[in-house]
């Protein structure tokens, strides 16, 4: 079945290697002005990844070059790269170059660095994409994707998909947790970690996310890395990060379009969505352990999803209301 996009890891640590120090000194000296500037780590995390994209690609078509000698000619190279070659959504692609600009306005700024005019500055983004449809997946689609993972010996990714169920918590949230959360199984809370707009909170979770994390963790073993995400080479670990989370979530969806026959148009978001969703209607499996059968109202539901504005909450559900006018009249209504 062929895909939509090409979701690449791009970071290579042999090529990192290789590239031109001169780059990897900028990108340390900036990464310390944003630590100065008490940007959280998440957010320095995601210019570093963002920055060693595009020295990977400096290395493999432009020579290895001082990212401080290259031309308006060769970012906007980058940027077809990106569209053409990697096939990344324009926010992503929008991302990438806002981060390369932001680098070369501190080294513009620095007079550390000989560089005049952050040329980067000249490459416009990409036009925002249609806003797509939400898809939502059932609980049914959930513990189907959940069993096949179990089966699989995929515990790490079982555990991430279940709290991810369970707590309807964002990527970058869940990259936070630490695997001490679980070792006593008699709370459902994990370690505070850093949301949006740096509230910070701990994550909920149930049974599902207990059963499989039990499983993950002594399929992982010891090791004295905190982090609850670990990428494992033979005998080697290291912490995974919200990038390689991501990578994951689009395996589990390749994973439940192989179980289904179909193809599937969901991200690591669509299971915040979808388990918002089925906690409002009364689908989610913990509605029916706790035997509600109407859900939660959205008032309830702003606590799990961590917004200030009840509005925000609503706009993470299904509309209802084609629904409810057809049930009013008795007449038939559908999507135009």
């Not at 970071?11 to 340390?28: A, G, P, R, S």
């Not at 959280?40 to 000698?69: A, P, R």
């Not at 991430?160 to 006593?184: C, H, I, M, P, W």
Request: proline share 1%; charged share 30%; glycine share 4%.
């Amino acid at each position: 079945m062929p895909k939509r996009k090409i979701y690449n890891n791009f970071f290579d640590k042999e090529i990192y290697n290789k590239v031109n120090q001169e780059n990897k000194d900028l990108l340390e000296d900036f990464l310390l002005e944003l630590k100065q500037n008490k940007k959280s780590e998440g957010t320095i995390s995601q210019y570093k990844h963002d920055c060693l994209i595009f020295f990977m690609y400096v290395y493999k078509k432009l020579e290895n070059k001082s990212v401080l000698q290259l031309s308006k000619r060769d970012f906007r190279g980058y940027s077809l790269y990106l569209t053409s070659e990697c096939q990344i959504s324009s926010a992503r692609h929008n991302r990438l170059l806002c981060a390369l600009r932001s680098m070369l306005t501190f080294a513009e700024n620095e007079d550390e660095y000989d560089y005049d005019t952050n040329i980067a500055k000249k490459v416009k983004g990409l036009s925002k994409e249609p806003v797509r449809d939400i898809f939502f997946l059932t609980n049914e689609q959930i513990m189907k994707l959940k069993d096949e993972l179990i089966k699989r010996e995929k515990y790490q990714f079982a555990t991430l998909l279940a709290l991810a169920y369970d707590s309807a918590g964002r990527r970058n949230e869940l990259a936070q947790v630490t695997k001490t959360s679980f070792y006593n199984e008699s709370l459902n809370n994990t370690n505070k970690v850093v949301g949006k707009r740096r509230k910070i909170f701990s994550l909920v979770y149930f049974r599902l996310t207990k059963e499989c994390v039990r499983l993950w963790l002594e399929q992982r073993g010891e090791d004295n890395i905190e982090s609850l995400w670990i990428l494992q080479n033979g005998k080697n670990k290291k912490e995974a990060d919200g990038e390689l989370l991501y990578d994951w979530f689009i395996y589990m969806r390749d994973l439940l379009e192989e179980l289904e026959g179909k193809e599937f148009d969901f991200n690591p978001h669509s299971i915040r969505h979808s388990a918002l969703q089925n906690l409002s209607d009364g689908s989610h499996y913990i509605c029916k352990d706790l035997g509600m059968e109407t859900g939660f109202p959205v008032e309830k539901l702003r606590l799990i999803a961590n917004h200030s504005d009840i509005s925000t909450t609503q706009g993470y559900l299904k509309d209802t209301s084609l629904d409810e006018l057809a049930d009013m009249f008795n007449i038939v209504l559908t999507e135009q």
